[in-house]
């Protein structure tokens, strides 16, 4: 029988842990964006601590259906930062799900979206370990938010999930009332470029 590991927290101990914090230091930096130093925050948990899923969020107003299916948004005329995002579709019980839908857009270097064509825009399905592959740029800020991608996952023949995710050390994840640290990637510097790495769990229905 495993021992209990103290030092493991489930995701609902880590989010309620975070909610638990004052107020005043979580939400202080409103009014003065400039001056709010970075968050410190635990590294988001793993699948099988709880039968918590990937939480949702708002779509937004820019995406657009039907976007190429891709693995890779750089293209002639992107610029910015590279970056190479990787993780999993995770059941509750941390089996991977195959063949899963992972439809990506977000905002150019500039913070601003194509919401004419498909630049920065794509989907594409998990292989038979459940693993997805982005290469892509770090999006640029977009007015009143934190740096962030947006995403839809769907399971074959399961609700689509629809969600947000953020960059740790972003000064404006202090003040981005829509935030969940629950959705920060692991990011790391690499020789030309980044790295990011998030696993998205997911509640299978039968």
């Known amino acids: 029988m495993e021992k209990p590991n ?31 130093a970075p968050l410190a925050l635990l590294s988001t948990p793993d699948c099988g601590d709880d039968d918590d899923v990937t939480p949702r969020q708002t779509e937004g107003p820019y995406f657009t259906p039907n976007s190429p299916e891709r693995t890779s948004l750089l293209e002639s005329g992107i610029t910015g930062t ?13 089996k991977p799900v195959a063949h899963a839908l992972v439809d990506f857009w977000h905002a150019d270097d500039k913070g601003e979206y ?23 740029i770090v ?4 007015p ?24 740790p050390d972003e000064r ?13 990637m692991e990011v790391k510097n ?11 769990v997911l509640k299978i229905v039968k």
């Open 139 to 142: 999006p640029g800020l977009y």
């Open 82 to 94: 590279k970056i190479t995002v990787t993780g999993k579709v995770l059941t509750t019980d941390c």
């Open 190 to 200: 690499v020789a030309d470029g980044k790295t990011a790495t998030f696993d998205f």
């Open 6 to 36: 103290p030092t493991k927290r489930t995701r609902r101990e880590f989010l309620q842990a975070f909610l638990a914090m004052p107020v005043t230091f979580v939400f202080a930096a409103w009014g003065r964006r400039t001056e709010a």
């Open 172 to 184: 404006r994840n202090n003040t981005d009332r829509i935030f969940n640290p629950v959705l920060l």
């Open 144 to 167: 009143g938010r934190t740096r962030h991608y947006h995403v839809k996952v769907q399971a074959p023949n399961q609700r689509i999930l629809t969600t947000q995710l953020y960059f």
């Open 114 to 136: 194509d919401n004419v064509g498909y630049k920065l825009r794509g989907h594409q399905f998990t292989d038979a370990t459940g693993r997805y592959t982005l290469k892509t």
